[in-house]
């Protein structure tokens, strides 16, 4: 059970717009920001969107994130067939000690 | 460009101690203004931030980890290392060395090992 929940899966059509949600709770996406990270199959997560909404050098901007209250969404636009990956959201906790939490992974399908 | 590489046993009994470690490249574990972290993904599962240590021993861990975790920095040799104690069946993941650009709530995971994957086992 994942401290953020996110969709298992979605899925869209070559060119299409497609949107990933992430909500979470008053101790991490509701006071701090969000982390996307992009896993292509077989390898290591990739950091897709940092802050929220900032894209790190290199990553097309095709790829958006936003911020709302308790969740977050990450938006691909002009979908590619090299965009089949799994998605993760990511913040920091507020509880106990203080904690990274992630959410359980969207698995998005171009058809 | 910086890289990360884990390295350590891939096979571990139940009870033991997993030990890893993480050489870095191209840039210092002693450069102050980051954190090197450890984050495993058991296998077809999602991800689960283990914890961080910085240059100058500052340490934090996921309490469900139960204080098996000790993490550690070798300057000298540009690396740093996990040890996990009392292995379980549950500990079998893919485990990830990770550089941290900021200070918890302001940090992001920046840049990413291939990922070792260790299996307990008897």
């Known amino acids: 059970q994942s401290v953020l929940t996110q969709p298992p899966s979605a899925s869209g059509t070559p060119g299409q717009r497609v949107t990933i949600s992430c909500s979470g709770s008053?101790?991490?996406?509701?006071?701090?920001?969000v982390n996307w990270y992009q896993q292509l199959p077989g390898t290591a997560p990739k950091l897709l969107i940092y802050?929220?909404?900032q894209r790190p050098s290199g990553v097309p901007d095709r790829f958006s994130g936003s911020k709302s209250g308790t969740s977050a969404s990450l938006a691909i636009s002009g979908l590619q067939s090299e965009d089949e990956a799994d998605y993760y959201c990511?913040?920091?906790?507020?509880?106990?000690?203080?904690?990274?939490?992630f959410g359980g992974g969207t698995k998005l399908t171009v058809l | 460009q910086v890289q990360l590489q884990e390295s350590g046993p891939g096979l571990v009994k139940p009870s033991e101690t997993l030990s890893l470690t993480c050489s870095v490249s191209?840039?210092?574990?002693?450069?102050?203004?980051?954190?090197w972290g450890w984050i495993r993904q058991p296998p077809g599962k999602g991800l689960e931030w283990l914890g961080y240590?910085?240059?100058?021993?500052?340490?934090n861990s996921n309490p469900s980890l139960r204080s098996r975790a000790i993490m550690s920095v070798d300057a000298s040799k540009n690396q740093f290392s996990l040890k996990l104690n009392s292995v379980a069946a549950a500990d079998t993941a893919v485990y990830y060395c990770?550089?941290?650009?900021?200070?918890?709530?302001?940090?992001?995971?920046?840049?990413w090992g291939q990922g070792t994957l260790v299996i307990v086992s008897s």
């Open positions: 802050s929220n909404n």
């Open positions: 191209g840039g210092s574990v002693s450069r102050g203004s980051y954190y």
């Open positions: 240590i910085s240059y100058s021993g500052s340490i």
């Open positions: 990511a913040a920091w906790d507020e509880s106990l000690t203080g904690t990274w939490v």
């Open positions: 990770v550089r941290i650009d900021g200070y918890n709530q302001y940090g992001n995971f920046d840049y």
């Open positions: 008053s101790s991490n996406i509701g006071i701090n920001t």
